[in-house]
């Protein structure tokens, strides 16, 4: 049964087709073993080649919570660049997008994560500052944004903040590879040290080695796909936590995150991630890669093995393939543009329908609403002033009053209701399918000429060939939904 969540004026209503559970999700993994091979676990930070090849797994979280996860979903793994959009965020809420972005770029530079090419000649000729937070230069400047008194306290903050996000106190810096990193991080000290030629960082070498200290360790912290599944999540839901059910950051912010992430999230490889996947995402070195659907879900992978650009090949593959399956491209697909035009179709149909019932049934209002039934949550055919609500039981409907008392609610429990919120009888009843109730048929009967007395109210001037008649729209609809194979859940 779908449960409604609400942020603000977004109502989110998703469901996967396909990959329902965490059996099928497993199905996924074990198909990855055979049809992704390759890759090489990163050795360029020498505490991450100690992490074995064939660990892999998967999480997912729905707007509404719910989470579906397999293999090594909950195995704790070094989160590296995709820290970048934890830090871009703790920022933009610390000191302001119009500050933060006067400092870092917006646009993808095509270049490997660790370049200083563009540091030099200017992504337009004239400015040298990072062309975005994803690179490392642009991590470099936003570590550098980190309020507090000294590294160890603008680190403590940041931390504070990712693991009251997340609800983990166990996401922790991993010591080892922090000290790893920080040994072998010349790549990240020259570029750091180019920014200071120009004053895109300021200070000394002690301020620039307090800058890298901070950003080591937050490349440095230990996560779960679990973890960034739900950030990823919260992402989707623009700032809305489904866990918590409560705003948790910014709307606004937490769309920008998505626009770099869609364009600049997978390093020099972000144009084919984009065209071949189409979810806003951002990888890291440690093998993971996390994604947002907005509206529909949170998702993240993990697989040490890395291609030339530095991202994980099974999660690049795991991604494409879910993608795919569930036409989760933010861009659209064929198979999405199908499932539209099937339910337009439908819904024509089914308001034909329904002119035809309330002809026959000698009504001029009504509806027909579903209870459950794969990406048709909103198709309903109205007439007149009814409406359908959504509870945990199910569909309701719901009747406008004419005489202004309280309107009544029509239930689902029982087979024909009364619904006397008028001086007219209503008739509303349940779509049967597979001894299931999965919709509901709600008529407003004008007849009773208005008099109030026991004859104008249901049931009671409800006869056998009205039942007959019930029954058999109920069929014609369950006919229709099998022409346009809408299937029932």
């Known amino acids: 049964m779908e449960i409604s969540a609400f942020v603000g004026n977004f109502q989110f209503e998703y469901k996967l087709k396909h990959f329902t559970s965490d059996e099928k999700l497993q199905e996924l993994l074990n198909r990855s073993q055979y049809q992704c091979v390759g890759g090489t676990v990163a050795s360029y930070i020498p505490e991450l080649a100690k992490v074995s090849g064939d660990l892999l797994g998967m999480a997912i979280c729905l707007v509404d919570g719910t989470f579906i996860k397999a293999g090594d979903a909950q195995h704790r793994f070094s989160i590296q660049s995709i820290s970048k959009t934890l830090t871009l965020l703790y920022c933009l809420i610390k000191r302001g997008e119009d500050f933060v972005f006067s400092r870092i770029g917006k646009e993808p530079t095509g270049d490997p994560f660790n370049s200083g090419l ?16 994803f690179i490392n230069a642009g ?38 590879v922090y000290l790893s990193e920080k040994k072998d991080g010349h790549r990240n000290r020259a570029l750091s040290y180019l920014m200071r030629e120009s004053n895109i960082l300021k200070g000394g070498s002690q301020d620039i080695e307090d800058v890298l200290d901070v950003y080591f360790k937050c490349c440095s912290l230990s996560v779960t796909c679990v973890n960034l599944a739900r950030f990823g999540a919260i992402l989707a839901g623009l ?10 950051l910014p709307t606004d912010f ?20 984009a065209f071949d996947v189409g979810i806003p995402s951002k990888s890291g070195v440690g093998g993971g890669i996390v994604g947002a659907v907005p509206n529909k879900l949170g998702l993240a992978t993990f697989s040490p093995p890395l291609n030339i650009k530095g991202n994980s090949v099974k999660g690049s593959w795991l991604f494409q393939e879910l993608s795919r399956s569930e036409g989760l491209s933010i861009f659209g697909s064929a198979s999405e543009k199908s499932e539209i035009n099937k339910r337009i179709a439908f ?13 026959n049934m000698y009504s001029d209002e009504g509806f027909i609403a579903f209870i459950d039934h794969q990406n048709f949550l909103d198709i309903k055919a109205n007439r007149g002033e009814f409406f359908y609500i959504s509870v945990n039981k199910g569909f309701c409907g719901k009747v406008f009053n004419q005489d202004g008392r309280s309107p009544e ?20 009843a349940p779509i049967h399918y597979k001894s299931k109730n ?45 022409e346009y194979h809408v299937e029932i859940n």
Not at 160 to 169: H, I
Not at 239 to 248: A, L, R, S, Y
Not at 442 to 460: A, F, H, T, Y
């Open 139 to 176: 991590a470099i400047v936003t570590a550098s944004l980190f309020p507090g008194q000294d590294p160890m306290d603008k680190f403590d903050q940041f931390l504070d903040f990712v693991q009251d996000l997340l609800e983990d106190k166990d996401i922790i810096l991993d010591e080892k």
């Open 239 to 248: 700032g809305w936590d489904p866990v918590k059910k409560q705003q948790v």
């Open 409 to 428: 609610i029509a239930d689902l429990e029982r087979d024909i209701i009364k619904t006397s919120g008028t001086y007219f009888g209503e008739i509303a």
């Open 347 to 359: 819904e024509k149909e089914l308001d034909k329908l329904l002119v035809e019932i309330l002809d």
């Open 118 to 133: 563009r540091l030099e000649i200017g992504a337009d000729g004239k400015s040298k500052i990072p062309n975005n937070p």
């Open 254 to 273: 937490t769309a920008k995150i998505m626009v770099l992430m869609s364009s600049c999230g997978l390093y020099d490889d972000s144009g084919n991630f």
């Open 438 to 482: 999965i919709g509901i048929l709600l008529l407003d009967r004008v007849e009773g000429e208005g008099k109030m007395n026991q004859e104008s109210k249901m049931p009671n001037n409800f006869d056998e060939r009205d039942l007959k008649y019930i029954q058999m729209w109920s069929d014609r609809i369950i006919a229709l939904m099998k």
